[in-house]
């Protein structure tokens, strides 16, 4: 942390604050510039809230350099994690694809479109068995059902299942039923849930909130792995802005950003990024062109008539078009698909 | 719902769409232009999603009408909803004052804060024995203790209790000892835990969530409502912006977008909003100037020494000072303080 | 500015680091802290680019410290600025009124509410003869001859006029016909104009650009100030956002942080800030209250009939009705009105 | 546009909103829905505006419908516009690159960068000999002596010139000197510049301005096609959000958006994109993939010293790197590079 004094600051107004740092115990060491001066703070855990020093005499300001993350940085584990999903590797060199509806709405709806996504090079099935809904008389998700459709729909088509857990008792369920824990956007600081996905033995797939920064889409990881799962994938599935013809805005550099602090692997959702099908294919080969891990793409058999999220899902075969496309881009990453 | 034709849209294209909107059990009502034509849908019950027709040929776009809350809507109940705290009432013609420290951290500090905030005229006692950090490293709160904290100094004082709820069981303890269960913006869209909220006994606050839309914020008090729960004050504090110069940009124009649109009282936080105590006195006079039922203040009576967002709080001094220009403020909009 | 080392910097980057903060001529502090070294760089004159040596070997970020404004700020001059527009102070311990027509459209209309806003306490007249219109369809002003109609109000109300110019060729005029000049939002970073504000004899009004940081408007201003014309009001009129019940979110806490950082004093305009009439008032005595040194507000006699931005137009009753409450909240400020 | 009335509205209230259409002159389209009844307005010329029935009784709201671009639209114009600067065509099957430095230092810099990027298979030479700086303090580029630079090294590598004009004067300079206009996103609401650069023998370049919507972005384009100049590019370059990591949020979702709606062709710039030179090859992949026409690149031959903006400048050899991957990327999208 650093404290700038103002330029009229006068020595004692600079001996107080490096009292006020002392105070606490940790170390000062004041730099005079030309103009004015600033004055370094060490020995502090990281755990020293930035503006207490702000209303002290003659500070001009107070800047905050350390940042709060442990075990999700690289600076404590370099390499890369790899994440296994049922035996789907996530974070090296391959671009996992997760595909499915945005709702379980039938076991045949469930099994038609897990057939579609397996014979169009689908690594993952993906699907809403509990969705979070803005309006409590929209259509909330199958429940333990779904779940069951869901396997039923691995077993048949090998496809390791990532669902979406919205509170803790349907996290159990999730965890016993699927392979991959998705905590939403709506959920990243739902604290008591990133705990409890902490405890789970399944990896977590954990979305970044409408409008989280990068450091507390990382801190909420922190939270998982500070319980003991290190088995964490990021997502990038759009932010809000002002900007109004999609429905999120997809932020794609935050993929450069993950990949530089963290060595967690990043996954990009285009489908709830943009909220309009004729948008998710192109931001798909965007997101794979920026570097990401992997793509969740909503598709749908019959789109028109899906409960939920039916005008941002891909037919199935335009989902075939698009994976031919990922399969020449690809490898510009270096990756395998 | 309106769906717009493109301008060379043809007769067979604009019967398809009719002949879709039918189909669906709907009834369409075209409307030729000198350019294009329009077709209105009517006799749907608000759940149409409204991008289900924007695939068909020759629609330029569609446009959503309806909103898809009721309850809480003016046109459902035209007058407004007075919810009682302990015996203190918002939303009628008081500005009322809920003030405190941020974080419960001991009996000592509590009650000294408490007879402080008590003396200087605020009307009910805030303060967070369960805290949502964005760091799993930082302090969580008191828990239980801090409740019976808060309800020792209601005790002396007599000032009713509104303290945050996390999660489901933080709530039935809330619920049990405090007055009135406040939900934080980070779990604004937690449905789960609204859907609690909507049986419990106690009135319930939602705050806003840091990107939430007024049609979100309404909705999700519309979750409570249709539980049952008819006690729901809406609080504003502060959405997530470009903006820099404070934590949080509060959006004050909700105040009468709110008095318009539904029935239920709402008041501010400025201390979040701002983050900086430099600002709070000057948002809070400007929150009780726009029209708020009421405001919600931070208040420590040893601020830099505070376990939480101690620098957004107040002293007891500067919140006495801030109570004497609300005191002249609150009658130019017809309310008594 | 300050240049954090990752963790695991060997000493060789670190001192490299140095020699490239040394070979620019700077000095180089390092600071070893428990967990990592951070290296002030004093010396420089705040030209320096932040980024610049981020890309050095064991660098984590770079972190700006100081501020490039100078003739703006406090610490050059402490007293606040007191800016006259033909009499009018504004700055001082005065709240100013502007009202007016959005656009200037004939020298009735102008010289109706230039009366009806002077008899209800409007200390100068606001109206635009060049309006800057998002389509080139739209009314585009009356330009010369809409600046003769506000010096014919004038003449006759002793108001005194504000007015945007939108190019060099209508500074010109704007200067010699209008009392002060208004720079729009969308032209907050047109340095040739700004630069020609600078010259200009006439006070001049700046508005915050639609999504400008403090800074950015700071370093406006600044442009201004460098000419030699420190006769400049700062103005927030609401910046874009996600929030969706106004046509701008006023950002009403840049008023207590302009405060602190600069010595000019700053105006709110609550109806290009809200673009809705039924928020005008409610913002307005926000405004008032948050402690800005004037308000900007559209009052028309005939809203419905405006050729511009009508909807956001007082009728000059409500206008009155608000003066009376503004007349309340001023005092609280220690403030005439 | 669409009126919707209150469910309460009683039938003389939409008699009423009835005759105050029809008093404009336009006809009303009443559509009497289950629970409330909306009425369509036909017959304006777009230039109404949305708010003006909103304050009639019975009223709910109001909701725009029809755009007011025209000449720039797809309805006006199906076939894509291509768009010919000195003889490289911008809008068909080719993916056109722009690089240079951000600004021209010297004549020796300015033709070593343009001889690396030439070689490298860059098709036009882009650099700013005037510079917009947010700071009066800060290198404001090198004027006519720049632009005379950049025609030099035309003639010797065969690169047509990219380059800014901050204002007229700037303008009709580089109308003479450069083959394509830029204008700046701090410029995009500069409807003087604009309208000047609708009178351009040249091309012209329009970026998005910073909190620009994608309607007003087409209506800036708008001013320019109805002077009479069609040849117009758009550029994303990045809108300002609150994400943090990367100095804009590059929103590519705007070339579907853009391809859907208008004729123009679109290019990525992701140099301001991102303002970091680790993130500008990776965004620089995600325009290619996400379909843009082409991209704008910055490239110094020695980044750390350039004198603006060089940390987001890329090696000549970065360079080579990436246009290595975009070859590999161009063809998915059936294009040529």
Request: aromatic letters at 4%; glycine letters at 10%; a neutral charge.
């Amino acid at each position: 942390m650093l404290v700038v004094m103002r330029k009229d600051a006068t020595a004692d107004q600079i001996a107080g604050v490096v009292r006020a740092i002392e105070a606490r115990g940790y170390k000062a060491h004041a730099i005079p510039g030309a103009q004015r001066t600033a004055i370094g703070i060490t020995g502090n855990k990281g755990a020293v809230e930035a503006p207490a020093f702000e209303s002290l005499p003659g500070v001009l300001e107070v800047i905050a350099v350390s940042h709060a993350y442990k075990l999700v940085s690289r600076e404590v584990k370099a390499e890369d994690t790899i994440v296994d999903i049922g035996g789907v590797r996530i974070g090296g060199d391959a671009l996992v694809l997760a595909a499915g509806p945005c709702a379980v709405e039938s076991l045949e709806q469930t099994l038609t479109v897990a057939r579609r996504v397996k014979a169009a090079g689908a690594h993952l099935l993906r699907g809403g068995a509990y969705k979070p809904r803005t309006s409590p008389y929209s259509f909330q998700g199958l429940g333990l059902e779904g779940l069951k459709m869901l396997a039923a729909a691995r077993e048949e088509t090998g496809l390791p299942v990532v669902t979406e857990a919205l509170d803790l008792e349907s996290l159990d369920l999730v965890e016993e039923w699927a392979d991959c824990i998705q905590i939403g956007a709506r959920n990243m600081q739902n604290f008591t849930l990133l705990r409890r996905a902490g405890r789970a033995k399944k990896p977590v797939l954990l979305k970044r909130g409408m409008s989280a920064t990068l450091e507390e889409l990382l801190m909420s990881a922190e939270y998982i792995l500070a319980e003991g799962n290190y088995q964490v994938i990021l997502c990038e599935r759009g932010v809000r802005t002002f900007s109004d013809f999609s429905r999120n805005t997809l932020d794609l550099a935050i993929v450069p950003a993950v990949k530089a602090i963290t060595h967690l692997p990043i996954v990009v959702d285009p489908s709830h990024g943009t909220g309009r099908r004729d948008k998710v294919a192109a931001l798909s080969r965007a997101g794979a062109a920026v570097g990401a891990d992997g793509l969740l793409i909503e598709v749908h058999h019959d789109p028109d008539r899906a409960l939920s999220d039916g005008p941002q899902s891909l037919t199935p075969a335009a989902f075939e078009d698009l994976v031919a496309d990922l399969r020449q881009i690809a490898p510009v990453l270096g990756r395998k698909l």
